[in-house]
DNA sequence: ATTAGCACTCTATCAAAGCGAGTGCTAACA
DNA sequence: TGTTAGCACTCGCTTTGATAGAGTGCTAAT
């Protein structure tokens, strides 16, 4: 059996309703919805040959449809109508020298507010960075400071303890011999030859020029990680469907422990290279607590390779058409604020 | 009328009974439960006072009776057990070098796990310490980095973008003005007047002054909305008074916006002068997005003077006992963590 | 002062009944 | 052959009424 025309069009026509009230859908209801000005009688044979394709299905006998997976999936791949108006969200103007996290809450929130349903941002993850800079200083009679700034301005703060104090003009040498070795390297390129060659080089303060290599290392661990924001957790109580205790608790779980969504991430990370936003209904999603929700995410990139995600987390009966919209005028936004500078 | 013994015998029953059970508690259990060796009806006119009292009250006509919040209160100051075993538990201990937040963030889950409650810790605020040094370096060509570290070793950094270059003998000089006249001051102590001593000593360059100062403003001011680590927020839908749609989705709220908890931090540093632990039953809470939940919250206090809070969400049929003495426990744990570095 | 006893109240539970929405099937129709 | 009117049927939701049970307040006896 073949989806002709008109089963595709009252396919539509369920999912659209179904959308919009969250109930089951009649046959009696698509005929007056529709125009294809058909009887309901016509429409219910249509109808079950779309549960027999598995398009749709019935919570229970004498009930109306409802679009299973499949049908969503068909919904969004090919009857979604691709362009919609979409309100103009704006994202408050920061400052690029804001700090960053400030800007990816702030965004989450906005999406949350604007979409009602629940958000999540990765900040960007800046492999292959370059080290641009570090400095030692004294800050107490037996403590340095070591701070390292990875191209991006990215700064990470370590103390190291001293066993034996340092003169002023050995941490200037220490700084020297560092900086030049050091900068303009990427921090796979650092690796134990050339940290052997640079404890030798710095005779008896190896030991200090070891805890600084552990301070970049651990700037590079610390950043694989990675951040994730959520907003809008909430959100999920305003559908039925996921309110439940059971269901709700589990997606709150997940959002309060972000690392949770890493896989959610990595997997748009890897997918974003065939396509722009990707959309998991329902089981299809890599978060096993999320398999009664769907899930829209996007990578977006900054300047300087740094790639992130955005991901719209709520029921399947999203308004996916909205969301869409809503992220690619997002990310727009994101472009013009970074392109400006 | 007054509470003689046995109205507080019983009134103690009634709740003992319902923070097990949840449960409207009748007159006739409680003449069982007890050892006054009374009958169900002479529970019953004493109940019947306990109640125009305001200690107890009826659901409806011919329920048993759950405590008010003035019971719980009374209970609470007067009637509660001080001193119960409480399972053994084990803060991991981190190594005190390891990052703050990860500690936190242990804490506060490994107390979730243990309490079956929501949880939260606030990090230490370090008001009131002093500058201990300031670092300026150029990591670019028209851009400077300045580090600001304060006593406790929090480190604040701040880009600054240049619009004209310096050379270096020109930052050297800037960091040994900034150095000399600011360190070892309390952050309140620098005022405008400094600031304008400090932008004339530096002639021409007065506005790196400036600029810098704002950092250090600002590593005041992003210190000031305190950071603030939840955990178990899921733990609320483990019962049922909380997690009914419209309550649970104020107090998800409440965990994700984790900045409207600055209020109970506040209230409980002011309070802890006078009493260790705090609770706050219902309507007490500084939350209003609590009103449904008892809150128990507890300050710790670091070496150097930085106090943080703790604070244990959860129904107000808690057990208060319990949750006292795991509190106590763990400031213990985090006190011998701290002392022995 | 305490308690046994009783009438009363209120809720929770269950079954029966009716309603309404929706279906599948059949037969008639164009 | 595709469409549609009609009809019997199913199923869940809501209402209703009856019942049981828990608990109370009050009174009268101890």
Excluded: W
């Excluded at 125009?35 to 109808?47: G, V």
């Excluded at 066993?163 to 921090?187: F, Q, R, V, Y």
């Excluded at 710095?202 to 924001?229: C, F, N, T």
């Excluded at 999920?236 to 309060?256: H, M, R, V």
Aim: aromatic residues 4%.
């Amino acid at each position: 059996m073949q989806l002709d025309e008109r089963k595709l069009k009252i396919l539509q026509a369920v999912i659209r309703n179904y959308l919009e009230t969250g109930e089951p859908v009649g046959s009696r209801t698509i005929s007056k919805y529709t125009d294809l000005n058909l009887s309901s009688a016509t429409i219910r044979n249509e109808m079950a040959d779309l549960e027999e394709l598995g398009y749709i299905l019935q919570p229970h006998t004498s009930a109306g449809r409802i679009p299973s997976d499949k049908g969503y999936r068909l919904y969004v791949d090919e009857l979604m109508q691709k362009e919609r108006e979409v309100d103009e969200m704006k994202v408050m103007l920061l400052e690029k020298e804001e700090k960053m996290d400030q800007l990816l809450k702030q965004v989450a929130k906005v999406l949350a507010v604007n979409t009602n349903y629940a958000t999540m941002i990765s900040a960007p993850s800046y492999q292959g960075n370059k080290l641009k800079f570090i400095q030692l200083s004294r800050v107490d009679v037996n403590q340095i400071l070591a701070v390292v700034v990875v191209e991006g301005n990215i700064i990470k703060n370590n103390i190291l303890n001293l066993e034996a104090p340092l003169d002023d003009e050995t941490i200037l040498k220490l700084n020297i011999l560092l900086n030049t070795h050091l900068s303009g390297l990427t921090l796979e390129e650092i690796n134990l030859g050339m940290i052997a060659k640079l404890k030798q080089q710095a005779g008896i303060h190896s030991k200090i020029v070891g805890d600084v290599m552990d301070a970049v290392a651990e700037a590079i661990r610390e950043e694989e990680d990675l951040q994730i924001y959520t907003s809008g957790a909430n959100n999920i109580f305003k559908y039925p469907e996921l309110s439940n205790g059971e269901k709700a608790s589990e997606i709150i779980s997940t959002f309060e422990e972000k690392q949770l969504l890493t896989s959610l991430v990595q997997d748009t990370l890897e997918k974003s290279q065939e396509k722009g936003i990707q959309i998991y209904i329902g089981a299809e999603t890599p978060v096993q607590s999320m398999k009664d929700c769907s899930v829209v995410t996007a990578a977006y990139e900054l300047e300087e390779g740094m790639k992130g995600t955005i991901g719209i987390i709520g029921p399947k009966r999203m308004d996916y058409e909205k969301v869409v919209g809503t992220l690619q005028n997002l990310m727009k936004q994101l472009d013009s604020i970074y392109k400006k500078t």
